[in-house]
């Protein structure tokens, strides 16, 4: 009985000390994406230099807005890009279907700005389940300039916002050639979210974007020991991605295997695979700027919301070590605060309902924090919001992280944008309702 007593006190012991620097390690990096937002987006933006350039001294830029129906304000954020304090870029609007409901909001905003060189490409063609993918290819071919500035269709930005971007992708080689290896070969910027309509779906997710997804998107790339990117604004060389090769099992076996953009069509999160393509292929690093990316929420309900943060987070169990899919919940509040405070009492004798109290309010205040400082430059922009709901959209957000982790590992199918998909352990997806 003695000695059965001291192996579980010895395994106790041991599980506290695991759980201790699982807790540190944690707040670690809760606390570098805490200080990279301050330091970062805590004060005015400064002009690039690039900006005051003359157009035959500035490097050109095609931006590219796929697009796909009626998205939320789609003409305000599709507005931003014809106001660029830039000299030099172009703009394509990219279509699939002629009867998109998009085509008439295009029309009105290159009547509105003919000076600014924009055109649109309508294009059918299908390489892969992936309808942006999709969407991008004769935009690539078409483009009159090497690099390109890709960006969602619910994505707005400020008008110094290109300038930063080339400024920081230009930093370490000459303008006229594309990135070598060593160099930046990819610019982004931290998505932020803005809520006109706000329904509880709505509020949630602009609370896991502001907060737990800011931070920790800040902490990763800070660190930069491997490639952490979402697409939502993307700027990169046309000449970079067609070196890239396809990383598609399925397509590696055809007698030609497709490069460059076509290579990506078989994933859902072509985004983060072209990004590791250029972090792992070409050895190509990237670069934040001061700018946030201003993503523009519809009305969600809290099953949209549920829905969403399922699928990505069944596409991201695929194409990430099984050893981060399986820590994630370890690094949300709750549960973090439950072994965080359960470790500080075995090792050095404490309560654990203070530890935890102090615990959430010391992760809440640095959540607050991390809001403000990435929304000061962009206050004037975001409707007025209530603080009392935050709190309570924050406190939502984390108490749904442990099921809907638990929901996303049970199934390996996704629906997005009307398709059924099965991701498989490449991270492809295989479409399930084909004959639709």
Known sequence: MILDIRIAGTISLFAAIFFFILYVVVWCLCLLGWRTARIRYAHPTLPSRISSLSPSSAPGVTIIRPLCGLDQNLYNTLESCMKLDYPKFEVIFALQDENDEALPVVRMIMEKYPEVHAKIIIDSTKVGVNPKVNNLLRPFQEASYDLLWVIDSTISVTPGTLGRAVEAFLSNHDVRKPPMSGEVGLVHQVPIALCYQKTWGSLIEQAYLNTTHAKMYLAINAVAVDSCVVGKSNLYSRSSISQLSTPSPSLRQLPNPPTGLAGYSPFLAEDNMIALGLWHQLNLKHAMTSDVALDFLGALSVKDYIDRRVRWLRVRK????????????????????????????????????????????????????????????????????????????????????????????????????GGRYKIVSSGEAIRLDEDR
């Open 318 to 417: 695929k194409m990430t070590p099984m050893i981060a899919t399986l820590l994630e919940p370890f690094t949300e509040s709750l549960i973090a605060g439950l072994y965080g405070s359960w470790a500080i009492q075995r090792l050095l004798g404490a309560s654990i309902p203070a530890l935890f109290l102090v615990h959430l309010f010391t992760w809440l205040m640095v959540d607050l924090s991390t809001r403000r400082s990435l929304e000061t430059n962009i206050r004037s922009l975001r409707p007025p919001s209530s603080q009392g709901m935050f709190l309570l959209a924050w406190l939502a957000r984390e108490c749904l992280a442990l099921p809907i982790w638990l929901l996303a590992m049970t199934s390996d199918v996704v629906v997005w944008r």
